[in-house]
């Protein structure tokens, strides 16, 4: 599966972004596409992420700023990232997690000013 980011860019400090990922093919079973990033000098973290059920998780640090959502039948998963802060500058990737096997995008940089 090959992951295809699109988005980021570099915007002011309470300003908003939507980065989207596309996946090339669906793959049966519960799937979670998620939306992970990393800060330089930081370890990656997971931001946001939704199975193919709808369910979702996004993480404390983010939670009422970004949004994620997910289109099973176009294989897509948004981030709108809203209030942006200079602590969310980062690279982002795109995961797609089925089983034990993860795919992984390219990463999209978001680079947040003060």
């Known amino acids: 599966v090959q992951l295809q980011a699109s988005g980021g860019g570099l915007v002011q400090a309470g300003g908003s972004l939507r980065i989207s990922c596309e996946g090339s093919r669906s793959l049966s079973g519960v799937t979670i596409m998620g939306w992970h990033r990393q800060a330089p000098g930081k370890q990656r973290e997971l931001v946001a992420a939704v199975d193919n059920r709808g369910s979702s998780h996004v993480a404390g640090s983010v939670r009422g700023r970004f949004t994620v959502s997910r289109d099973n039948a176009r294989n897509t998963l948004d981030l709108q990232m809203n209030n942006l802060k200079p602590d969310d500058t980062a690279v982002y990737y795109c995961?797609?997690?089925?089983?034990?096997?993860?795919?992984w995008g390219q990463g999209t940089q978001v680079t947040v000013s003060s």
């Open positions: 995961n797609l997690r089925s089983g034990s096997v993860d795919y």
